[in-house]
């Protein structure tokens, strides 16, 4: 995380919250073998955020960034209606390490739709680990010019103690979040190096799921 993007990320922490880590996400691109497999959420399901702060331009921003990797908030998904996926199917999800198991009502799956946003002004989704839990925050991002902006918005947050693991997925950036109800899903994350730095415990791309 850049310092100017962490000072964002702490201008809107709550009083006496402290940073202690964050990385930016967006959409995993990983491939998935199964239908609903994949970690892809559905618009239906992903937050509106930053709204009212469209400047002009931000149309034609939003069609050029269809063409980019990073930051394509609004970019519309391919995934449709609900996943839901019982437990005999989990066996079968580890084997394949699929990207995603558990359904968009699972914690897996409300942690990937925090890390999808849509934003007609253009918004890094940004997971701040504090010392109270894994928030997310979301911060304007000029598509066109680049750089930040001044709109910051709090999203939902989680506890530490649903984090049961985390694991590398291919390709590199792409990194798999394993919950205490037994689900996991995946995102791309801005920099693996430092993320396993700050998650040691991170396993490799060729360990199994647990």
């Not at 964050?22 to 199964?34: D, E, H, K, W, Y």
């Not at 995934?79 to 394949?96: H, N, V, Y």
């Amino acid at each position: 995380m850049t310092p100017e993007l962490e000072q964002k990320v702490l201008s809107a922490l709550p009083p006496g919250e402290r940073l202690l880590a964050g990385f930016a996400v967006s959409r995993s691109l990983a491939f998935s073998r199964s239908q609903g497999g994949s970690s892809s959420a559905p618009d239906s399901r992903r937050p509106k955020v930053l709204v009212g702060q469209e400047k002009d331009g931000d149309g034609w921003a939003r069609f050029l960034s269809r063409l980019f990797r990073i930051f394509t908030t609004d970019v519309p998904s391919q995934q449709r209606g609900a996943s839901i996926e019982g437990p005999s199917l989990r066996g079968k999800r580890q084997k394949d390490k699929e990207s995603f198991f558990g359904g968009w009502d699972s914690l897996a799956g409300q942690f990937l739709v925090a890390g999808q946003p849509r934003s007609k002004t253009g918004a890094a989704a940004v997971v701040a680990v504090t010392d109270v839990s894994l928030r997310f925050v979301y911060v304007q991002y000029r598509r066109i010019r680049g750089g930040l902006g001044e709109a910051v918005e709090l999203g939902v947050s989680f506890p530490h103690d649903v984090l049961a693991w985390t694991r590398r997925h291919e390709p590199k950036n792409e990194m798999q979040f394993g919950f205490s109800d037994g689900s996991w899903g995946t995102l791309f994350v801005s920099d693996e190096a430092d993320f396993i730095k700050h998650f040691p415990g991170t396993l490799s791309h060729r360990d199994p799921i647990p």
